[in-house]
């Protein structure tokens, strides 16, 4: 569904993606692990069109993807934020909304929003609240069902569980496998690697903006090399 090939992007002087190759079938979770700078968040926003890349294709559904935001938007592709990036001052409700404003099918956002509540009934509860007053998670919550909003065929996660409590972060990693349920699909970009490696079909792990290893989310959990950098198992 999804073909990253031979990406380099830049900020500057630093070379952040170097050659990154990835590749992402329907219906799948696939997540991308690595240390701090690894450049995971630059991957997902060059596929996003928020960073722009100077090298390498990628293609959504056979077809080379535009390197605009709005249009990724309308090709089928949402990011869910790292850091969320909710209006606070608006309601619950009305954040989600926000994530339809490029459709015009009344009844089908009318859908959409029912799953939402579906999916997070907190959030069904909290409609009229100011998001600005949520807790974290729930802020999380409402960013991914935001992004749901948009009826996207691909999420963009980054880092979804960052700062959460270990409840939530539960919550968190079960929902997003309720979206794939949904008959979505997941590029999910975390340091929580256990629990995304747990969750996902494939993974990759980027190191230095290089593709370093990948395979089998279920094979990576038990590869030496991750468990000693990524498991802190020795
Ligand atoms: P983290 O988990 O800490 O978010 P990451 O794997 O997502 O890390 P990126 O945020 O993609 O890594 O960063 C990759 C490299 O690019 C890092 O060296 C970072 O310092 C650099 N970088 C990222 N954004 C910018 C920017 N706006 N300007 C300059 N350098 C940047």
Request: no cysteine; net charge positive; aromatic share 6%.
């Amino acid at each position: 569904m999804l073909e990253i090939k031979n990406l380099h992007a830049y900020y500057g002087g630093i070379h952040a993606l170097k050659g990154v190759g990835i590749s992402v079938s329907e219906g799948e979770i696939v997540t991308i692990i690595g240390a701090n700078g690894a450049g995971k968040s630059t991957l997902l926003n060059a596929v996003s069109g928020i960073v722009r890349y100077r090298e390498g294709s990628i293609f959504f559904k056979g077809k080379p993807l535009p390197r605009l935001p709005h249009l990724i938007v309308k090709r089928g592709i949402v990011q869910v934020p790292e850091g969320r990036l909710i209006f606070a001052n608006l309601t619950v409700k009305d954040n989600l909304m926000l994530g339809a404003y490029l459709r015009s099918d009344k009844e089908g956002i009318k859908r959409d929003l029912e799953k939402v509540y579906e999916l997070f009934p907190r959030l069904k509860e909290r409609e009229k609240q100011m998001a600005g007053t949520l807790s974290g998670g729930e802020q999380q919550m409402l960013a991914i069902g935001r992004g749901l909003m948009s009826n996207p065929e691909l999420i963009l996660l980054d880092e979804p569980s960052l700062g959460l409590a270990p409840i939530m972060v539960e919550t968190i990693f079960r929902v997003i496998k309720d979206i794939k349920n949904l008959g979505k699909t997941i590029l999910l970009v975390e340091q929580n690697a256990y629990k995304a490696l747990s969750t996902a079909d494939s993974a990759y792990m980027l190191e230095q903006g290089r593709v370093v290893k990948s395979g089998r989310a279920a094979d990576l959990i038990n590869d030496p090399g991750v468990k000693e950098s990524y498991l802190g198992v020795k």
